[in-house]
């Protein structure tokens, strides 16, 4: 039977700029004697992939006026503005809060930026792991709000070795007629899934899910998970 | 550790208006040898429970106008419009294509409407499960795109049992700062986690996710997912 395992990668420590990020968690991850497994898709939250990559940056978290500059500056296009909130594309084409910039568990007078490319990030990671044998897929998350629900749920920022979007097109119900919904984002379901046990307080920033199907391994990256303007009904 | 566990609940035969949804997917469970237990969370896709709660429609599938009036009557509010495709505020408040109607999986020549309460499906499949001695959650799920990303996923329409938005608000960070984001829709994530397992063609249509925080428990319903007009940016 399908059945995912999830669990947290417990044990990772405070992580700092050129921390070797793959080895880190793959040692936590043998040493809380859950170690990781070919097959499985290890889910990295964005803040320690931010500070392994030194994309850090000082700001004082009381100035709104600077706070709201560097959103500007990590921002293609400003979406959407009311009071100190910034709903704004980044350069990656996320429409997100804050252009994705982060204070919260990050050293203090400090944000974190979105990495620069996180489907790099994902693939140099997954390429560490396969130095060590490992054939895992993984996946960058963040955290994003989105319009007309309440709350956030994590989504895929980064992805290397899994289809982000499986694509049905073709593919017939139970009763052979073709599925009306046609494109499934498995990476941000992934990523929702992970959360679950990672959690915003608990301080897991890794997570492992075990028993993904076998079809949903392959070539996908986050870039296939932001929409083409063109077909944006909401730009 | 915390560890999450999600199966589908396999050999749910096909459903028929006034179906007893709660023993037919508690009885396929037991034989499929993955009986429910007390802290699991069912999470059941609303196209049986439309079915068990006879919200067909006969519609002509062929017929593009019929469709769109079918839509149109099950709007609150029309948010956008492209083509054949309608975005549309149901009346329950959700923001989804075609009013969450649904042809795909439903006998030729009808289409499936939303429950007329999806809080209350869920908290009655719940009470049922209840009667056998169950303790359990319930989650009723549909599949809904979003702005600025590709792909659906999956999302809760119905909740009964589970904090459906968890608010923390006022909880600390590791660095002892008041966290920035403040509520985490839970009942997505956990939607969204069993969707990787039911799949759209494989014709699951529940499955359970055990091992969830027993914080994650309480009195929450997807009407909480709303957002009030008043605090959404994308109305």
Redesign the interface.
């Known amino acids: 039977?399908?059945?995912?395992?999830?669990?947290?990668v417990?044990g990772i420590g405070e992580i700092r700029p050129d921390d070797d990020l793959a080895q880190i968690i793959a040692d936590a991850a043998e040493q809380?004697a859950?170690p990781l497994a070919d097959g499985d898709c290890l889910v990295v939250t964005q803040k320690i992939v931010s500070k392994a990559e030194g994309r850090l940056v000082a700001v004082d978290h009381d100035d709104l006026g600077a706070r709201a500059a560097l959103v500007e500056a990590e921002s293609a296009r400003i979406v959407?503005r009311?009071g100190d909130?910034i709903?704004s594309?980044t350069r990656h084409g996320?429409?997100c809060a804050n252009a994705g910039i982060?204070?919260?568990?990050?050293?203090?007078g400090y944000a974190a930026l979105l990495p620069l490319d996180p489907d790099f990030s994902a693939h140099r990671i997954r390429q560490r792991l396969g130095q060590r044998g490992l054939r895992v897929a993984v996946i960058i998350s963040d955290?994003f709000g989105?319009?007309?629900?309440?709350?956030?749920?994590?989504?895929a920022i980064g992805v290397s070795g899994l289809v982000?979007?499986?694509d049905?097109r073709g593919?017939?119900?139970?009763?052979g007629?073709i599925?009306?919904?046609t494109?499934?984002?498995?990476a941000?379901?992934?990523a929702?899934?992970a959360?679950?046990?990672m959690?915003?307080?608990l301080?897991h920033p890794a997570a492992v899910v075990r028993g993904?199907?076998p079809s949903f391994f392959g070539d996908g990256r986050a870039a296939?998970?932001?929409?083409p303007p063109a077909?944006?009904?909401?730009?």
């Open positions: 039977m399908t059945e995912l395992r999830i669990f947290p417990a809380a859950t959407r009311r909130l709903i594309e996320f429409v982060d204070l919260s568990n990050v050293e203090l955290t989105r319009p007309w629900r309440t709350g956030v749920t994590d989504v982000a979007v499986l049905l593919t017939a119900d139970a009763q007629r599925l009306q919904v494109e499934v984002c498995l941000d379901e992934v929702s899934a959360e679950l046990v959690g915003k307080a301080g993904l199907d296939d998970i932001v929409r077909e944006d009904l909401f730009r």
